[in-house]
């Protein structure tokens, strides 16, 4: 089996996503093509595996600056592939799945995904996502050389906006980017309830209201990770992080 095909597109240049590298991992031959083509459309360098032993090597040699990944794959599935390409090095990852199940976006968002997708999806809505998600990464470099203030210190909850950590009771927290942007959103305005379109505007860019479970899957996510308590959740509004009253 032909494991990886790479594409260039020329004179990509002028357009948003030159010279950024997008690594395609889907064993369907006619979705990855699509992807692919849209993206190079878009102006990505890309380059498509087929397999998941294929993605990693790929993943390794090639050094992609984002990941779009099936959780469905052949050799080992997409969530393994994740845990290994985080493990070489952190790089945004947009998963696709099969299944409206929240139970695997759970999994997905757990083992460093920082968005997904459900098929069947738009080919316009994913190179959106991708563009997002690079801007983030960019934000968050910019983040790190610019002078911050002190750690934010809410009860036992410490974020270091400079260095990008959290400590929960004195003890680091591995958050994903997105989880990261989306505990400073909260942060930012303790106990106020935001709404799950502001949260998607802020820290997705995004104004379409239909990505709002994407809101909700990243809560119980970042939830899971730095204790369910302290995020309040409003029905039918959005959320609130919730802290000590001396904070």
Known sequence: ????????????????????????????????????????????????????????A???????????????????DGLEVCRRVQAQRPVPVLMLTARDDETDMLVGLGVGADDYMTKPFSMRE????????????????????APRGAT????????????????????????????????VCLAGTPRAVLSREQLLAEVWDWADASGTRTVDSHIKALRR??????????HGVGYALETPAQA
């Open 126 to 145: 994913l190179a959106a996502r991708v563009h997002v998600l690079l801007r983030r990464v960019e934000r968050a470099t910019l983040a790190a050389h």
């Open 1 to 56: 089996m032909e494991q990886t095909h790479t594409t260039h597109t020329g004179g990509a240049a002028a357009t948003p996503g030159a010279q950024r590298r997008v690594l395609v991992v889907e064993d369907d031959r006619t979705i990855a093509d699509a992807i692919t083509a849209r993206l190079r459309a878009e102006g990505f360098q890309v380059q498509a595996a087929y397999d998941g032993p294929a993605a990693v």
């Open 152 to 183: 934010l210190r809410l009860g036992d909850l410490e974020i270091d906006h400079a260095q990008r950590r959290v400590r929960v009771q004195a003890e680091d927290v591995h958050l994903t980017p997105t989880e990261f942007d989306l505990l």
């Open 58 to 76: 790929s993943a390794e040699s090639w050094l992609p600056e984002l990941l779009v990944l099936d959780v469905m794959l052949p050799g080992f």
């Open 225 to 234: 990770k730095i204790g369910a308590e302290r995020i309040r959740t409003v």
